[in-house]
């Protein structure tokens, strides 16, 4: 009887702590940054019974630049902020399963998400935005690459959050009340489906603040760019395979960041693209950074919404017949 007694108590001492983590895996829109309803728009967008025709896919840039919507009815804009060629040749390999190829593939990232992977265990992991199978790749990719990210973590931190363990996921949800961010992000997520992705970073008439690439002298190489480079290499040979015309875009920046550009990390960054290009002839590599004014970014490094209409409307009219 005793031991039926303490069985039954540790059984109620454990209640709370279960509670907490189911409540952490099933209501993630109310606690999550907003950067959390990005990602849950992707994954609805690729288990969604709707074909495309075009894909976006990269970063926060290709989120604000690129509007589905200009493009046609058919277009969808995968891209996730914070987001690599990592995560987004799982968001493709996973559409290509529940979906017949699209025609066009448009893919663009900043420069420096060409070599950095700034969001691997603060978004990626943290929002379980991939599967377990995807991620185990990934971080034997990431160890044979010696990715300075991934070897920074370890297995132990993968299972916590995949499991949703408390001292993971507990400061988030103190600071949300636990349900204090379910309406912003209810309304995020809702603005998204409408936009098909699309979704503006800044919504300033115009920005001379300088981006992230104009403190760059060089290219970076590293570990981590070695990882992203085989995984973009991975995306580029999937599109290869699947009969996919691929197109390796450039984002704008703003005048004030275009001309504060060093020579040493324009130079690299030219020459690795250019490599793509050699590697995957069948595809269209953009080399060269566009510019534009000032007054068409919302901030330092995305376009405002009317630059976002002038880029798209270019894109369009250059690749996709329009």
Not at 109 to 137: C, I
Request: glycine residues 6%; charged residues 20%.
């Amino acid at each position: 009887m005793k031991k039926v007694r303490f069985f039954a108590k540790c059984i109620l001492a454990a209640l709370p702590f279960l509670a907490v983590i189911a409540f952490t895996a099933a209501a993630p829109l109310c606690y999550m940054d907003n950067e959390y309803p990005a990602r849950r728009y992707t994954h609805e967008a690729v288990a969604s019974g709707t074909d495309c025709e075009v894909l976006i896919l990269g970063d926060s840039r290709a989120m604000a630049d690129l509007m589905p919507a200009r493009i046609g009815a058919s277009c969808v804009n995968l891209a996730t902020g914070g987001a690599t060629a990592i995560e987004n040749y799982c968001y493709l390999e996973d559409y290509l399963r529940a979906h017949p190829a699209p025609s066009k593939c448009l893919i663009l990232f900043a420069p420096f998400h060409y070599s950095y992977m700034d969001n691997w265990w603060e978004r990626t992991v943290y929002f379980n935005d991939l599967d377990p199978v995807q991620v185990g790749k990934i971080m034997r990719d990431g160890r044979d690459c010696g990715s300075e990210t991934i070897l920074a973590g370890s297995g132990a931190d993968l299972l916590s959050n995949r499991l949703r363990l408390p001292h993971v996921y507990l400061p988030a949800l103190l600071n949300a009340h636990f349900i204090g961010r379910y309406e912003t992000n209810k309304q995020l997520l809702a603005k998204l489906r409408e936009d098909r992705g699309y979704a503006p970073f800044g919504t300033a008439d115009g920005s001379d603040e300088l981006n992230y690439e104009t403190t760059y002298e060089s290219l970076r190489e590293s570990g981590d760019a070695d990882l992203i480079r085989l995984y973009l290499q991975k995306t580029l040979a999937l599109c290869e395979r699947e009969g996919i015309e691929a197109y390796l875009l450039q984002a704008p920046m703003n005048r004030a960041s275009y001309d504060r550009l060093q020579d040493g990390f324009v130079q690299g960054y030219s020459l690795l693209l250019q490599s793509y290009a050699d590697l995957y002839p069948q595809a269209v590599v953009e080399t060269k950074i566009p510019c534009y004014d000032n007054a068409y970014f919302g901030d330092s490094s995305h376009l405002n919404p009317q630059g976002a209409e002038m880029f798209t409307d270019e894109i369009a009219k250059k690749y996709l017949g329009d």
